[in-house]
């Protein structure tokens, strides 16, 4: 399947600290998505990224789409703690979407 | 809007029972995933459908065996349950490469 790796698995951060994720795939991507799932919840939508170098805003994130296309990021200013939960990125290939291993975030108050 | 339904919510099984999960979308979607998700491991694809009647396998298929009845249902088959499947299932639908839709989960205990 897809390998995207994600990277870090955890992160731990003081509640208005910022917060990266980040994706890298060893093939090029055709495009992007990034989820986020609130403990003991299902996977929800945040954005897809489709053009090289390809910036995109909402609120406090900001994702990032390599120029290569084979990397993305998302980051959080300011972190609250209504972003915990464990965001992940992910990609299709031949149709068939796979998941990064995601990174948990948890905020303290 | 009901979304993606799955059921049941939450099972516990014997080791060697065999158990059907249901999956119904409301959103007339082509494509259904079901996933597995265990802690550190992510969201893993156990079998994908692309349109009613045809089914490929994920990353990790062994072991289960999945129905696309119609359009709307798609179902996962533990056959013989083993503790190695305690784990959080998901189902997930999309148009074509958009958006993939969650149900709520359904988890399973293998004992």
């Known amino acids: 399947g897809q390998q995207v790796m994600q990277i870090p698995q955890y992160q731990h951060v003081q509640e208005g600290e910022d917060f990266t994720t980040y994706c890298n795939s060893s093939?090029?991507?055709?495009?992007i998505q990034w989820y986020k799932q609130r403990p003991g919840g299902h996977p929800v939508f945040l954005i897809q990224l489709v053009k090289s170098g390809e910036v995109k805003k909402q609120k406090r994130l900001t994702f990032q789409f390599g120029e290569a296309k084979k990397n993305s990021s998302l980051h959080i200013t300011a972190t609250q703690t209504t972003d915990v939960g464990t965001y992940f990125c992910g990609a299709y290939n031949f149709n068939k979407f796979y998941f990064g291993s995601g990174t948990k975030l948890n905020v303290k108050p | 809007n009901a979304g993606v339904t799955q059921t049941p919510k939450f099972q516990v099984l014997k080791t060697g029972q065999s158990m059907t999960l249901q999956c119904a979308q409301d959103?007339?979607?082509?494509?259904m995933y079901w996933y597995r998700q265990d802690p550190g491991m992510g969201l893993r694809l156990i079998y994908y459908s692309a349109s009613e009647g045809t089914t490929d396998k994920g990353e990790v298929p062994n072991g289960y065996n999945v129905s696309r009845l119609n359009k709307r249902e798609f179902s996962l088959r533990l056959e013989s349950a083993a503790p190695s499947q305690t784990s959080v299932y998901f189902c997930?639908?999309?148009?074509?490469?958009?958006?993939?839709?969650f149900g709520e989960g359904s988890w399973l205990t293998v004992v």
């Open positions: 997930a639908s999309s148009e074509a490469v958009y958006t993939i839709y």
């Open positions: 093939t090029t991507l055709s495009n």
């Open positions: 959103m007339n979607h082509n494509s």
